[in-house]
Structures are given as structure tokens and as C-alpha cells.
């Protein structure tokens, strides 16, 4: 009698993703309430990718202008163009803790958990995926200098909400 056991085998390449987004979220959670680097949004994932071993936000050409930052692979996009219209690239299901996000022009507005409404303004912004709510099409966030607050926070995008501008997510890439 022969045994056959078919079974998956993890590549080394998504082993040392998973390795590296594990390293980045539990720099992000280790540093809650701290201040790093300079305080700047930015800050938090430079030493994030640092800390874990993947390639520098500077190993890759600023996209699609100078001083949009990128991170790694693109993962997902999803913004408003000038009419207002929808534009998406991948899919949410594909964005994983540990993953960066990217906005620039980003105006979020909805309503609020209390009843009221909100209203939330990125120019030009850098964060770090904590988890992804899918079908709430919500993802929750490690960041810093967010509310003038210089100190590592969580906070929570819902999509749905996106009135202008765009956020971009990128998985990081090992060195």
C-alpha cells in the first residue's frame, strides 16, 4: 500500500513576507504612545521596513509624482478622479497587516459612531495597515502625526467614505 500525502508547501519568498509584515506590525505595536523618529508620518514605516529587513521606501521611484511615496509592490489603489468617478486597482482582500498605505489629497467624510458626521483630510499621508475589515470596507491603521498628535495612534479609514484624492497600499519587499 503507498500513502500519499499532497500537501502545500510555503515558498520561501511568502514565508519571508509573512515574516517581515509580522515584524512591521509588532514594531507598530510595540511603539503605541511613543513618539519615533522626528514624529513625521512617515517615520513610523521607515523604521518599520528597517526593523523587519525589507527594502527602504527609497529603493523604489517616487510614483505617480515626486514625493508620492512607494513601499514596495502595489496592492491595491482605489480614489476619486477629477469627475468623481471610482478608480480601483486590485482588490481589498489582497491587503494584508503589514502592508504600508499611501494617501495624498485624501478627504474622508461620513458619518460619525456617535451620530454626527466627520470629516477627515490627508494631503499628503503614511501609514501602516493593522487589519483589514473587508466587508466593512474599513482598514485600521498604525500612524503618527495624525491630529498633530507625534506619537504612534491607531485609527481607522472607511473607504467608503473616500471624497477625493486617492490611498495607495504596497507590500513591502524584503531586502
Known sequence: MVLLIVGWLATPTALADAEIASKIVQFCKDNVGKQVGRGECSDVA??????????????FPDSPNKDDYVWGELVYL??????????????????????IIQLR????????????????QSPHH??????????????????????????????????????????????????
Open 46 to 59: 521607515v523604521q518599520a521596513l528597517k526593523e523587519a529587513g525589507a527594502k527602504p521606501q527609497t529603493a
Open 78 to 99: 482605489y480614489g476619486k478622479n477629477a469627475g468623481g468617478k471610482d478608480d480601483r486597482e486590485g482588490s481589498l482582500k489582497d491587503v494584508q497587516p503589514g502592508d
Open 126 to 175: 503614511t501609514s501602516v495597515v493593522a487589519e483589514v475589515k473587508d466587508k466593512a470596507k474599513q482598514v485600521v491603521v498604525y500612524e503618527q502625526n495624525s491630529n498633530n498628535v507625534r506619537t504612534v495612534t491607531k485609527n481607522v479609514y472607511r473607504l467608503n467614505d473616500l471624497r477625493q484624492g486617492w490611498i495607495r497600499i504596497y507590500r513591502p519587499v524584503a531586502k
Open 105 to 120: 489629497d485624501a478627504m474622508f467624510a461620513g458619518k460619525a459612531a456617535n451620530g454626527g458626521t466627520y470629516t477627515q
